[in-house]
């Protein structure tokens, strides 16, 4: 084969693939999502949109029905506002929470503390051995876990529809 020939191979296979993937994000999920699962939708516009679901959403479905997250959930005493109803033609864009950064938070905030006070031991004792001072670490490290892990588990991991 000559070279300009598997050059044009190539072009036109990777418009083809493009073509595909492009056809492919028209389409928001292909599994039912249950009630109660916390959802993010990105808008038209560019703003997002995170609740529960009030409802089982489906492939097939033309609107979701959330309740805003974070805040108190939706009941028949809630304030006005709560519950909201988005059409799937103003979302470009739907992903789930699949977890949260406590471990991550864990790890960075034990190790942090940890280094804190081998640091701080050094600048302000000299770094001298004393006795005690490994339960002192131990301490410093599980009260950075604990506090990190507070922390991280905070912050929502998302990822894309199925």
């Not at 979701?64 to 005493?77: A, D, N």
């Not at 406590?102 to 004393?130: E, I, M, P």
Request: with cysteine.
């Amino acid at each position: 084969m000559n070279h300009k020939f598997r050059v044009s191979c190539l072009v036109l296979l990777a418009i083809a693939v493009r073509a595909a993937g492009a056809g492919a994000q028209g389409v928001l999920l292909t599994q039912p999502l249950d009630s109660g699962i916390l959802v993010r939708a990105q808008l038209v516009g560019g703003g997002r949109v995170q609740g529960r679901l009030l409802s089982r959403l489906g492939p097939s479905d033309r609107g979701i029905e959330m309740c805003r997250y974070p805040g108190s959930p939706c009941t028949s005493t809630a304030p006005p506002g709560r519950e909201i109803v988005l059409p799937l033609s103003n979302v470009t864009r739907l992903e789930i929470a699949v977890g949260s950064r406590t471990w991550r938070g864990a790890l960075v905030g034990g190790l942090s503390a940890l280094l804190g006070a081998v640091v701080g031991d050094a600048v302000l004792a000299g770094g001298a051995a004393r006795r005690g001072y490994p339960g002192v670490l131990v301490g410093c490290l599980a009260s950075g876990a604990v506090l990190g892990a507070i922390l991280g588990s905070t912050e929502i991991v998302w990822g894309p529809a199925p």
